[in-house]
Every structure is written in C-alpha cells, then in structure tokens.
C-alpha cells in the first residue's frame, strides 16, 4: 500500500529563480511568480505551508499590457480619511515605480490567506538587469 506523506516546516527547501520580464504580458508573467511562490509547481506542495520559492523578477520597466489598458487601467487606495480615494493610471504610476505594478499583480493573484504576506516578501523586482542576488540564483 503507498502512503501519502505530508511535508513537514523543517523539510522544506527553498530556491531561487530568475524571470525576465522584458516584452512579456503582465498578467501571465504574475501567474507564473505566484505559482512559484505558493509553491505549486513542487511535487511535495502542501496547500496549509509556506512551500515556495524566491523569485527575481527583472526588467520590469519593460513589462507589456495588451489592448488599452495603458491609458484605461486604473490603480485605486484609500487613505482612510472621508473623500480619501486615491487613483493613479497604469502610465504614471509605469513612470513612478514600475516594480509596485508587478508587486501588486502578484500579490492580487496569490491567496487571500495568512500565508500571502510570507509569500509576497520572497518576490523581489528590479527596473534593470542588475540585482545583488546573483550567486544564489543558479
């Protein structure tokens, strides 16, 4: 009879990948991060543990969005405070911080659960090529 065993906190195994984002739609690069930080691509994924890896996302100023969504796609956050709703385009904020555009369409992909902290402090993204984590990635 074969045995389904469960990973346990102590044996998980961490590694590290490198994606270049440069001329790749946004929404299919971020289900790829998330899928690699929830840890689902492992054999042994266990969905209650933090299993998945680091991920290095360069190049995110040549990120790609298909149709009109540069001028029409709107990111919104409220201050809190009575008429606080704050909105900025996909174009100024490109501008501003093109890393927060790729932090956010990850993060929104993950899973709304105690685990999505954990995992979105494991993505890191650069503006170039160049990132200080270049003898951990293989």
Known sequence: MQKTTQLKKEEIKRKWHKIDLAGRTLGRAATEIAKLLIGKHK?????????????????????????????NKFYHHHT??????????????????PNRIIKLAVKNMLPKNKLRKQRIKRLMVFEGKEHPYGEKIN
């Open 80 to 97: 809190g405070y009575m008429g606080g709703l704050k909105s900025i385009s996909f174009d100024k904020l490109m501008e501003k911080d």
């Open 43 to 71: 054999p042994d994924y266990t969905p209650h543990l933090d299993s998945g890896d680091y991920v290095v996302a360069l190049n995110s100023k040549a990120i790609q969005v298909s149709g009109k969504k540069r001028e």
